[in-house]
């Protein structure tokens, strides 16, 4: 699976060695670069080892190109949008929280919902609208 992610707001390319890269902003104001999966479902992070990052902390999430806000306030304030393409070049909305240790993540398109992760109820109720 090759998946690759792009930044909603500039298109930018964010999967760099096999890792989506996003800056992030802690509660404490301490800022930072951050690593996820490109695998949906797979929470695996890696950030620097000055980042500590808590199990229950809201973390902001922006592109590291165009440095916008990745939060999809419109749908619930804990969610952040990226815009994946799969590997038949198909795009999809993808959205997880923001909160660490919530794991969550739902893809969506015109003709596809799908959800992952164990916490994936929490925030189903505010996709209802956007299925098809
Ligand atoms: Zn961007």
């Not at 090759?2 to 707001?9: A, S």
């Not at 000055?50 to 804990?78: F, Q, T, W």
Request: aromatic letters at 10%; glycine letters at 8%.
């Amino acid at each position: 699976m090759n998946n690759d992610f792009i930044c909603p707001k500039c298109e930018g390319y964010l999967v760099v060695g096999g890792s989506v890269i996003l800056s992030i902003s802690m509660q404490s104001g301490l800022r930072g670069l951050i690593l996820l999966s490109p695998e949906l479902g797979n929470y695996a992070k890696v950030s620097s080892p000055h980042v500590k990052i808590e199990n229950g902390e809201m973390l902001d999430y922006y592109c590291p190109i165009c440095h916008a806000k990745l939060a999809a306030s419109d749908v619930h304030p804990r969610l952040v949008r990226l815009i994946m393409i799969d590997d038949k070049s198909k795009r999809h909305e993808i959205f997880f929280s923001g909160i660490v240790g919530e794991h969550c993540t739902y893809k969506i398109s015109e003709t596809v919902y799908e959800k992952f992760g164990e916490s994936s109820a929490t925030y189903d109720q505010y996709f209802k609208t956007r299925r098809i």
